[in-house]
Every structure is written in structure tokens, then in C-alpha cells.
């Protein structure tokens, strides 16, 4: 009897079926799972985004009440499941300090915490702090809203927001910013037992504007450093820097340097320029000499200043004689030169040699041997003189430039070239030259001839007045304002 075989062709059909059908649950579970994960990562998305679009309407609520505005607001605050918000009075602080104020001395002019108010999810924060929202997640930090910190024309206006309270809460909440106290004035300051000002340790320095010497720093410590130093960047040239250890961001802005009296310094100590703007700045530059032990006979005076290539002295020449001057009504005159180089090979020398020592804007009182000198007088002073004397601070051996061509932007008349023989006011070289050293440098005394001209000059009793514009170059601080504004966040 002959074996019938199996149909085959039957049991292929049930592979072929069993195996489509496996298939087509396993694409199902794929797209099923992909699908699910994208929908939670674009859920997880909308939920951060409409906790952004939260923040920022409490931003814009909380700016009202704790700058003074209005004394209590409310704002509805979303969330997700997952998400929950939180609000601390003591993450992250500020703490703004005058550096080198006088001498090596420094004040904390303000140091407290800022607090914050924080919705939170497994892989993102967006946070509350200091009037600005930041957002943190795994891709890094970055600004939702700026912090109250406003910076224009070298005035720094910083009103510190405060979150002074706990609470927690999650889902739909409101939170509801009441002002916990009234503003309270930080800088400047005045003094609350009457009249005046408040002052720093020193007894002296008062908490008033315009702010001058060393530098303001203001450093922040949060969890957001990175985004407030990268927003100080963006609204300032000043130096920025980072302490990833300690979490803290840190700008410092220079104050601009003197501007009005001045105390003489030492010889070869000089009067520190800060902030000085450019196209001519100069509006006042005289000094006051006073006598010391010897007398002021064959005297040489200078102010001096160098930056890379450029060199500039301005030289005062007391001739031999003048105690007979003083003693017997003898005429005599007093020398002014003004030197200049860039760098070229070649230098600028202007002169005046008969300045009479009686009325001239170099001169002499004889009844206490006091030399006054201004350097921004209408005085003629011709290019290409002999100079004052060999003595003077820096060495001008070079050759004269066939001409001094002033063809910078600025006031007095440029652009002009000049040739020698002709003529410019004192103050015109003033203005000119010292512009080429602008915004910082320091401008040096110097005196002899020799060493002895430290036995005749008392800069002790010796002043000066330097009066010129400022920069509004954003690295600079001139004018100063802080406030600090407390608020009470509560969550229902």
C-alpha cells in the first residue's frame, strides 16, 4: 500500500500567517511605543512651556508689588501631574561691593539672598529669581525674562526683588505676591538720623552719587550663574567672571576717575585718569604749586603720561632770578612747553618763553612763593620752540615733525596742520593730546631739576583741579542705585 505525504503547501500557509501576524503586532508595538514617547516628551514640552508662559505673567505680577506699585496681586500658576512648584527664601544671593574705594579699602555696599520661586519637573526647572525667570534643564541654562538689572550711560539701576517666604503646591495653583515691606533705599543712602549721608567703614566716603574710585562689583550666586553672566555680557563690556566651584557670576565695572580737586601727588606718582571720554574732553586743568624748604629758582614741573608708542610731557620752567622778582618788582618770565610722540620717529614740541610771571596763566604770588599754572588758558604757544630746559621726565631727543597735523574729530577749530612758526592755544594742546590717552591712564608729577626738586615742592599743600567728560563706555559706572523689595509669595 502506498504512503500518502503530508500537504505541505498547508503548513507553509499557517507559518506564512503566524509569521504576518507577529509582524504586524510587533510594528504595532513600535510605532505604539515610539508614538507614546514622543507624545510624553511633547507633552513634557507644552507643560514647560505654559510653566514658562506662568512665570513670566508672576514676573510681571511680582515686579508690580515689589516695586512699589501696587501691595498685592495674584496669578494663576499651571502645571502638569508631575510638576511641582516651590518657593524658598534662601536659594541664591547678591552681593554688591565697592572695591578700593580709598586706598586698598573696600565695602559691602549690599549682601543678601534672593530667594525664588521654582516649577519643577523630572528634566526641567523654570525658575523665579531676582525679577528675571531662567529655565534649567539637561541642554543647560538660558534666560526666559531678564532679572531686574538695568544698565544705561554708565548708571547701574539694581532694585533687589526678594522672595521672603516658604510654601509649596502643585497642580493648578494661584500664587499671591503681597509686599512684605516698604522699599527700602540701599544706594545711595541717606543718613536716618537727619541730614547727610550714611557713610562707609572709613567714617568719611558717603553712600551718594556719583561713585568715584576702584571699581562696583556685583556677584550673584544661583543655580542660574551661567545665564546671569551671560546676561551681564549682553548688557555691559565690563569683566565677567565665572566660579563654577562656588556657582557665582561676577561683573565689575570701573568708576571713572577724578574729576574736580585733587591732592599733587608724589614725583613720579601720578593722578589716576578713569573713564575720560574722547574728541577733546578737558574742561579745566590747573594746579596750585606750593613752596617747601628751598626756594623756587630754576625750577622744572611736569605732568607726564605714556601709553605704548605715545609719549606727552607739559613742562613748567621757573627761570634763575625770581627771588628778585619777588623782592624788587624785576621783571621776569616764565617758560611753558608741551612735547608730544607717537611712535613715528619724530616728535611735536610747542613753547612759550615770555609768560609774564605777574598775570600770565603761569605765574608767581610772591607773598607765599605759590606757583599757579593753567594748562587749558587761551596762551599762545608756538610750534617748533626750543622747548623748556633739559630737564624733564621723559627724553625728547627725537626731531621735530615738519608739521603737527591735528586731524582727529573734536572741538578747537580741527582739522588743522600745523608748521613752525605758527601758533595754538595752551588749552587747544591740552585738549588734543592728552584725548590720545583716553579712557585710562595716569597722569605723573615730576619736578627738578635733578633731585632737588622734591626740597622745594610741598605736595602736601600743592592741589590741583581736572575737570573733563566721561565715557558712557559700558564698562564704566558713574551713578549708582539700589533698592531692596521684599515680597511674600503664598501658593493656594
Not at 150 to 155: C, E, G, K, P
Not at 185 to 191: A, G
Request: charged content about 20%; overall charge negative; aromatic content about 8%.
Amino acid at each position: 500500500m502506498r504512503s500518502v505525504a503530508p500537504d505541505r503547501r498547508a503548513v507553509s500557509s499557517t507559518v506564512a500567517v503566524v509569521l504576518l501576524l507577529g509582524m504586524t503586532l510587533l510594528g504595532t508595538g513600535i510605532i505604539v511605543g515610539v508614538g507614546s514617547s514622543a507624545m510624553s516628551a511633547t507633552q513634557q514640552s507644552v507643560d514647560v512651556e505654559r510653566a514658562e508662559q506662568s512665570m513670566t505673567q508672576f514676573d510681571a505680577v511680582t515686579a508690580m508689588v515689589g516695586l512699589g506699585q501696587t501691595g498685592r496681586e495674584s496669578v494663576s500658576l499651571r502645571s502638569s501631574s508631575d510638576g511641582q512648584y516651590a518657593v524658598s527664601p534662601d536659594d541664591g544671593w547678591i552681593r554688591i561691593t565697592h572695591y578700593n574705594y580709598s586706598a586698598d579699602s573696600d565695602e559691602v555696599v549690599y549682601n543678601a539672598s534672593l530667594g525664588s520661586v521654582t516649577y519643577r519637573t523630572e528634566t526641567t526647572d523654570v525658575t523665579y529669581q531676582g525679577g528675571g525667570v531662567w529655565r534649567q534643564s539637561e541642554g543647560g541654562t538660558s534666560m526666559v525674562s531678564p532679572p531686574e538689572f538695568h544698565y544705561r550711560d554708565a548708571t547701574l539701576t539694581l532694585p533687589v526683588v526678594r522672595v521672603r517666604n516658604a510654601d509649596s503646591g502643585s497642580g493648578r495653583v494661584r500664587a499671591v505676591v503681597s509686599r512684605r515691606d516698604e522699599v527700602a533705599r540701599v544706594y545711595p543712602k541717606p543718613d536716618a538720623s537727619g541730614p547727610g549721608w550714611e557713610t562707609y567703614a572709613d567714617g568719611t566716603t558717603p553712600y551718594r552719587n556719583p561713585v568715584r574710585n576702584g571699581s562696583v562689583n556685583v556677584t550673584v550666586q544661583s543655580e542660574f550663574y551661567r545665564g546671569w553672566a551671560e546676561y551681564f555680557r549682553t548688557r555691559t563690556t565690563g569683566n565677567v567672571t565665572l566660579d563654577h566651584a562656588n556657582r557665582t557670576a561676577t561683573l565689575e565695572l570701573a568708576t571713572v576717575g577724578m574729576v574736580g580737586s585733587f591732592a599733587l601727588p608724589a614725583k613720579n606718582e601720578g593722578v589716576e585718569i578713569r573713564g575720560m571720554a574722547a574728541k577733546h574732553p578737558i574742561k579745566q586743568f590747573e594746579v596750585s604749586l606750593a613752596k617747601s624748604n628751598g626756594g623756587n629758582n630754576n625750577m622744572d614741573f611736569s605732568f607726564y603720561a605714556t601709553k605704548g608708542a605715545q609719549a606727552y610731557e607739559t613742562v613748567v620752567h621757573v627761570p634763575k632770578g625770581i627771588g628778585n622778582y619777588c623782592k624788587n618788582g624785576k621783571d621776569a618770565d616764565m617758560t611753558m612747553a608741551v612735547y608730544y610722540r607717537n611712535g613715528s620717529g619724530s616728535q611735536h614740541v610747542w613753547t612759550n618763553d615770555s609768560i609774564p610771571a605777574g598775570t600770565g596763566p603761569v605765574s608767581i604770588d610772591c607773598s607765599t612763593e605759590t606757583i599757579s599754572v593753567n594748562y587749558t588758558s587761551p596762551m599762545s604757544m608756538t610750534y617748533g620752540g626750543p622747548g623748556a630746559t633739559d630737564e624733564t621726565s621723559l627724553t625728547w631727543d627725537a626731531p621735530l615733525a615738519s608739521e603737527a597735523q591735528f586731524n582727529h574729530s573734536g572741538a578747537d577749530g580741527e582739522n588743522t596742520t600745523f608748521t613752525p612758526g605758527e601758533e595754538t592755544a595752551a588749552g587747544h594742546l591740552t585738549r588734543h593730546y592728552l584725548s590720545f590717552f583716553a579712557p585710562e591712564f595716569d597722569l605723573s608729577v615730576w619736578h627738578g631739576p635733578g633731585n632737588s626738586g622734591k626740597a622745594r615742592l610741598d605736595v602736601d599743600d600743592s592741589t590741583g583741579e581736572l575737570r573733563y567728560d566721561t565715557t558712557t563706555s559700558s564698562r564704566y559706572i558713574t551713578f549708582l542705585h539700589v533698592t531692596e523689595n521684599n515680597v511674600t509669595v503664598e501658593l493656594e
